[in-house]
């Protein structure tokens, strides 16, 4: 059992480590919505190394619709702004809420975004399995 939680706790510290970084780049605001409250890293790919390009900063409310909660009616179209941030995490990230939330401009609003095609392509996946 030690093990494992050395393993989290090494993991943790980690993405801590990240934290000046990821503020700096964030201009210390929530990546997706520009909140100053409670901000904390996010890991986009929580399986993988961290890495600066797979953490976000993001408030409560933005980790949690990541995590899955279902948003308040009208609540993503801050998210469009996201969708074409130059970091992938950032962009990915607010695809998948908008896929998951099945807003209907959800398709329209990947398409105009900068992503490559090959993520598009899986975000449209996603959207067509509904």
């Not at 706790?9 to 909140?35: M, N, P």
């Not at 409250?37 to 996010?42: A, D, F, G």
Request: some cysteine; overall charge negative; charged content about 30%.
């Amino acid at each position: 059992m030690a093990k494992g939680y050395d393993s989290h706790r090494e993991h943790q510290d980690l993405v801590t480590s990240f934290g000046k970084i990821l503020g700096k780049r964030a201009g210390f605001r929530c990546e997706w919505c520009e909140s100053k409250e409670s901000l904390r890293p996010w890991e986009y790919r929580p399986g993988e190394e961290p890495a600066l390009e797979l953490l976000l900063l993001l408030c409560e409310r933005c980790r949690a619709l990541a995590s899955g909660a279902a948003p308040e009616p009208g609540e993503l179209h801050y998210l469009r702004n996201a969708l074409w941030s130059d970091v992938e995490a950032i962009a990915a990230g607010a695809g998948r809420v908008l896929v998951r939330s099945r807003v209907p401009w959800a398709r329209e609003a990947i398409e105009e975004s900068i992503y490559d095609e090959a993520l598009k392509e899986e975000l449209f996946k996603e959207l067509r399995q509904g």
